[in-house]
């Protein structure tokens, strides 16, 4: 029996040889800490706090604003400094709580306790995930608490953990289930009482063989629980490609995964979901991989969420050349920096900092109507049809065109010979879309 993957994808160059091999460090920050009041998909934040408060490791900093929204949690102990816009990876500035660090990491009542998560009912689950300020750790950022609450229990069927790491040059969920398999495990069987129906599947690239026989070992006496190896094959994590993969089971964009008995949850995810139940610790941290052949030395860091990127560089040693293109994240879906001087959030998965930037060095051409971007399209739509409707601002055909269906991946702008900068079009067309609903 084959690996199981999807249809089109692309193999880009991995990179992950640069830290794949690094354990985990605990990177404690030094400057001051920036809380941006929306890290997550949905309404931002509201401030707990105000200027001259006192606050301390585990405190609600933020309240959700809707029922998409989440809570802000501070990492650290010290004085609320300020409540301004700060600027955020996207070049955004974000309302944001910033909080001077007093270095001493004095927590709420009751932090870090252990606690049963078999004495707890689901309600008390969801509850604890939402307080917890928990939400997809995989870069979407949408609130776990309400992805954990579909409409019916009973059709959920998969509880997909998302191990697969396609992204180039990440290595940090690979990382956590080499050092922290049991948490991940553990983490899947809190969520699997969610839902009694539902049989646990974690799903890992076959580049990955070491996660692959660590888990399979683990979950060889649990019954409900699977590992399954994945084809190598960019964008074999994203939502629909892994449920895809998994199940056979098709969404599109108008579709939860839920509605096909899927939820799907990243590595890192599953295991802040145990440690808020199981150690009564909220997501104050992220494991982020600095990466790419302008650092010093690449590193997989456990870093408090606040903590400035800048501080990440020093701790790998700086750059050994100026790098021509900083990214946050990897280089297929992640987004360039021009300012170094931004806060890791929840959404922060990555820092790839490379010699060359290799979009710039070709200009786009005409388009020569090879099909290339057609093979590849994970979701199965006309990219060169799509981009005329693009490039003539035509939101009516690009809409006929199933162009909602990208899930702006980068496959056709990565295969494309005439280096048209596809994604970039395809993203902006979605959002005028979305804006233009929104209006209606």
């Known amino acids: 029996m084959g690996l199981a993957t999807f249809k089109g994808g692309i193999h880009p160059f991995e990179g992950k040889k640069l830290s794949e091999s690094t354990p985990v460090t605990v990177l404690q920050p030094k400057g001051e800490m920036v809380f941006p009041l929306s890290q997550h998909i949905g309404a931002p934040a509201k401030p707990l706090v105000a200027k001259g408060d006192q606050v301390l490791v585990g405190q609600k900093i933020g309240e959700p604003a809707g029922f998409i929204s989440a809570f802000i949690i501070s990492s650290v102990s010290g004085t609320v400094k300020a409540i301004e816009p700060r600027m955020v990876a996207d070049g955004s500035m974000v309302m944001s709580v910033i909080i001077e660090n007093d270095g001493e990491y004095?927590?709420?009542?009751?932090?870090?306790?252990?606690?049963?998560?078999?004495?707890?009912?689901?309600?008390?689950?969801?509850?604890?995930?939402?307080?917890?300020?928990?939400?997809?750790?995989?870069?979407?950022?949408?609130?776990?608490?309400?992805?954990?609450?579909?409409?019916?229990?009973?059709?959920?069927?998969?509880?997909?953990?998302?191990?697969a790491e396609c992204e180039p040059y990440l290595t940090s969920d690979y990382r956590m289930m080499l050092e922290e398999p049991e948490s991940l495990v553990a983490g899947l069987k809190i969520i699997l009482q969610l839902f009694d129906n539902a049989k646990g599947v974690i799903g890992i690239e076959n580049n990955k063989p070491e996660a692959i026989s660590k888990l399979s070992a683990l979950v060889k006496d649990e019954p409900r629980i699977t590992v399954c190896p994945l084809k190598t094959k960019y964008p074999q994590g994203g939502e629909r490609s892994l449920i895809y993969a998994v199940t056979g089971r098709k969404i599109n964009s108008s579709m939860l995964p839920a509605d096909v008995g899927c939820i799907v949850n990243n590595v890192d995810t599953v295991i802040s979901i145990y440690n808020a139940v199981a150690k009564t610790t909220p997501l104050i941290r992220r494991i982020i991989t600095v990466t790419g052949d302008a650092v010093t030395k690449p590193q997989n860091y456990s870093v408090r969420t606040g903590t400035s990127y800048t501080e990440l560089i020093e701790a790998s040693g700086g750059f050994k050349t100026e790098p021509e293109k900083v990214i946050s994240g990897g280089p297929m879906m992640g987004q360039a920096l021009f300012n170094m001087n931004i806060p890791v959030t929840k959404t922060s998965s990555a820092l790839t900092a490379m010699t060359k930037d290799e979009v710039a060095v070709h200009a786009p051409t005409a388009c020569i109507r090879c099909g290339r971007c057609i093979n590849v399209c994970p979701s199965n739509v006309i990219p060169q049809m799509m981009m005329e409707a693009a490039e003539h601002n035509d939101v009516e055909k690009f809409e006929k065109l199933d162009g909602m269906e990208c899930c702006e991946c980068g496959c056709c702008s990565y295969i494309c010979p005439a280096k048209r900068p596809m994604t970039q079009a395809f993203k902006e067309m979605r959002k005028t879309v979305l804006a233009n609903r929104k209006k209606a």
Request: aromatic share 6%.
């Open 106 to 163: 004095r927590a709420v009542e009751g932090f870090g306790t252990d606690r049963d998560p078999g004495a707890l009912s689901k309600e008390e689950i969801r509850n604890i995930v939402k307080e917890a300020g928990i939400v997809g750790l995989g870069g979407a950022g949408f609130p776990t608490h309400v992805k954990l609450t579909p409409k019916d229990d009973s059709k959920i069927e998969y509880v997909i953990v998302n191990g």
